[in-house]
């Protein structure tokens, strides 16, 4: 079964209660009333695990391994689902449940919960585990799916993030389970440097002018720009004004502020996603610096796109090194998309650009992606080159819907958000893709691109690995940077 990632969308409008599954449970669950929002959400993430369980273990029957042996489904009722049957003790995850606090949304309240879980996590994981985490099923797996874990806090958070959205139990994918839980971890840092400031800050009272002072410096800090952090301040100030904040809506009005500081840019661009369009040539450029990650976000939409079933070919036109090509006939390769190229040093990346138009066309291809070069003997002529491969596409494939995205590193903070605006005027950017924000604390970067430079941020990569980067999706990435609050 094909899950098409450039469509997937993230649900309607966030709510704050998950909506109990609609549709009948896969196992009998006439016992499991939830009385709770917290239970409800824990229901929901079981009978998620569950059914995500039972598929992959009736896809691992379809494809018999030796090795596999069948999973068994987790009765709603009793411990999340034990690799291992009866452990005395009670489990670690997601079975305490504390005293459930009133007036408080369902996330909320989950978040409260995991609060302390996370705390203890956190001083557990002082030794921060190297970069994302795989699981060893993964890393041994030369195929690139992924795999079910446990039913942990990573598992929960992810399915709460699901079910806030609106989805539906039976309707959810280990796709999207994987990728918040790479997110969520890829987040780690900006998270700690902001939430852990915030938290400290925040206690129990109300908010307080200083307590906004503070929050000032810790978005600041995470390189979310003037323009934006004024904009979340003011709002809050003026929410102040009007009433008293106790934290939890401070965290959850600021979770809106930050959200719609995201979304502006993408609501004005008229359209919510950027998928490939069916019986189109759409031809997606990679732009940006050297080193921002160009060429590893390509190979990366390369596989979504195959994963997601279009037909995909790259054009080589970063011509400016040899190694540029290699590095993209790599990635092709990883993903068994077709790379066009020109061996000959100093070819003009133009002409590349016009021979895989010319092979798309004949193959029928959905989806161009374009690696450009980062580097050049100056910054003025990389834009000059910019314009020309730009021409070249809207002369000979003017049916062609084109993207042209400009990739940032959010480790570069301030610098990107620079560039973004040099870029914008020469290269007329249709979006940003943000890479790196795994492994930097300056992930706030999004927001000033979205406030600042007004663009629409389209994708974000959050690891070297090549499902480390999918379609932006505010609501996720906002919970993300605030998880467990
Ligand atoms: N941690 C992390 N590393 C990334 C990410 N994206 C790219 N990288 C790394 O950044 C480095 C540069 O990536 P490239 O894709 O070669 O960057 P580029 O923009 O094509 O570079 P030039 O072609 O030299 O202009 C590589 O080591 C990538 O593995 C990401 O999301 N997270
Ligand atoms: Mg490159």
């Known amino acids: 079964m094909v899950f098409d990632w450039f469509k997937r969308g993230g649900g309607e409008q966030p709510q704050p209660t998950p909506t109990p599954s609609p549709e009948p449970t896969p196992e009998p669950t006439a016992e499991s009333v939830a009385t709770s929002p917290e239970d409800e959400a824990m229901a929901w993430a079981r009978e998620a695990f569950a059914r995500l369980k039972a598929q992959q273990a009736q896809a691992s029957e379809d494809q018999p391994s030796p090795t596999s042996t069948p999973l068994p489904i987790p009765s709603p009722q009793p411990e999340p689902p034990q690799p291992e049957p009866p452990l005395p003790t009670p489990a670690p995850e997601p079975l305490p449940t504390p005293a459930p606090s009133q007036g408080l949304s369902l996330l909320e309240q989950a978040a ?15 030794e921060p585990e190297p970069t994302p985490t795989p699981t060893p099923a993964q890393t041994a797996a030369v195929s690139d799916e992924p795999t079910l874990g446990d039913f942990d806090d990573d598992f929960t958070w992810s399915a709460e993030v699901l079910a806030a959205q609106g989805r539906r139990v039976d309707d959810i994918s280990l796709e999207e389970i994987d990728w918040l839980g790479r997110l969520r971890r890829g987040l780690e840092k900006t998270r700690q440097g902001f939430v852990s400031g915030l938290l400290e800050n925040l206690g129990d009272d109300p908010l307080t002018p200083e307590v906004l002072d503070d929050l000032e410096t810790l978005l600041l800090r995470a390189d979310a720009g003037v323009q934006a952090t004024d904009q979340v301040l003011d709002a809050l100030r003026q929410r102040m004004n009007v009433e008293v904040v106790d934290p939890a809506e401070g965290i959850r009005f ?3 502020q930050l959200r719609g500081l995201l979304d502006a840019p993408i609501a004005a661009s008229g359209a919510q996603l950027i998928a490939p369009e069916r019986d189109r040539l759409n031809i997606w450029l990679m732009v940006g610096v050297n080193g921002v990650g160009k060429t590893t976000t390509l190979g990366k939409l390369a596989n979504l796109a195959v994963r997601s079933g279009y037909s995909a070919l ?47 066309r004949s193959r029928g291809t959905d989806l161009l992606l374009v690696d450009t070069a980062g580097r050049l003997q100056t910054k003025h002529n990389l834009m000059e080159e910019l314009q020309k491969v730009r021409k070249i596409i809207d002369r000979l494939a003017p049916e062609a819907k084109v993207e042209s995205l400009l990739i940032l590193d959010a480790s570069q903070g301030q610098n990107g958000l620079r560039q973004a605006m040099a870029f914008a005027k020469a290269a007329g950017l249709t979006g940003v893709v943000i890479t790196k924000l795994d492994g930097t604390a300056r992930g706030g970067v999004a927001l000033a691109v979205s406030s600042e430079a007004g663009l629409p941020i389209r994708f974000i990569g ?18 993300a940077l605030l998880a467990g609050r």
């Open 112 to 126: 409260a919960q995991r609060q302390q879980r996370q705390q203890d996590q956190d001083a557990r994981a002082l």
């Open 254 to 256: 600021l979770k809106e």
């Open 314 to 360: 790259i054009a080589a036109a970063d011509t400016f090194r040899a190694a540029a090509v290699q590095q993209v006939q790599v990635w092709g390769k990883r993903s068994d998309v077709p790379v066009v190229s020109n061996p000959s040093s100093n070819a003009d990346p133009a002409a590349v650009v016009f021979d895989a138009i010319g092979a798309a």
């Open 462 to 479: 959050a690891g070297e690995g090549i499902r480390d980067l999918r379609p932006f999706n505010s609501y996720e990435f906002v919970e």
